[in-house]
């Protein structure tokens, strides 16, 4: 049972233009949400986080949105850079009861910025 | 600072073979974990441990068990090398279980024959 999905495995955009990246997740619990960035044979690093209380929270040309009552969260990146090409997680907590300890990761999107 | 680091890189095993992943952090973190990521899965919650001394079972422990050394290592092992558990496997790190995000290594990339 997949808790957190990202139905579209892959992206493709013009350099300059907005990405939009989507998560939706099913577990009422989750209450902190991450999206993770992924170079080949590298480590996720991390990019952008928000808490549940929010709905919106930006950090330069990234911009993560969420929509409780669909349970449902995007990443925007604006303006789409070619280093921004990598695969994109979204993650999540339940942060309440089990602080940051077990992410919930979903299978990824890989974006790419066409120059 | 390092961050966190895992050795080896790549690992080609027999079935039935064992062998042990290492992984080290220099940040001075009290949490570490080991993910495994499959195509088309995301990254799977393997083991972690909340500090020095405990270890507890992540989403898919069966087939693996794990050995907090110290503060800064923390090792998985595979007793018994299953074709199933070809995979590239992660370990990360947090200050704490409340504080701060998960940093990742480079990963070990495993196929078992």
């Known amino acids: 049972d997949q808790q957190v999905k990202q139905n579209s495995p892959s992206l493709s955009v013009q350099e300059g233009r907005i990405s939009i990246l989507n998560c939706d997740y099913t577990?009422?619990?989750?209450?902190?949400f991450l999206w993770y960035k992924k170079y080949p044979a590298e480590g996720p690093t991390f990019l952008i986080s928000i808490s549940s209380i929010k709905d919106k929270n930006e950090d330069g040309r990234f911009t993560v949105f969420l929509n409780k009552s669909a349970k449902h969260l995007s990443l925007h990146i604006v303006p789409s850079q070619p280093g921004d090409s990598a695969v994109y997680f979204c993650?999540?907590?339940?942060?309440?009861?089990?602080?940051?300890?077990?992410?919930?990761f979903g299978t990824g999107t890989r974006l790419t910025i066409i120059p | 600072n390092a961050g966190v680091t895992q050795t080896p890189k790549f690992q080609v095993l027999k079935t039935g073979q064992s062998m042990t992943l290492q992984c080290a952090q220099d940040?001075?973190?009290?949490?570490m974990y080991w993910y495994r990521q499959d195509p088309g899965m995301g990254l799977r919650l393997i083991y972690y441990s909340a500090s020095e001394g405990t270890t507890d079972k992540g989403e898919v422990p069966n087939g693996y068990n794990v050995s907090r050394l110290n503060k800064r290592e923390f090792s998985l092992r595979l007793e018994s090398a299953a074709p199933s558990q070809t995979s590239v496997y992660f370990c990360?790190?947090?200050?704490?279980?409340?504080?701060?995000?998960?940093?990742f290594g480079p990963g070990t990339r495993l196929t078992v024959t």
């Open positions: 940040m001075n973190h009290n949490s």
């Open positions: 993650a999540a907590s339940d942060r309440t009861n089990f602080g940051n300890e077990k992410l919930t």
């Open positions: 990360a790190s947090i200050l704490s279980r409340n504080f701060g995000e998960q940093y």
């Open positions: 577990n009422s619990m989750f209450d902190y």
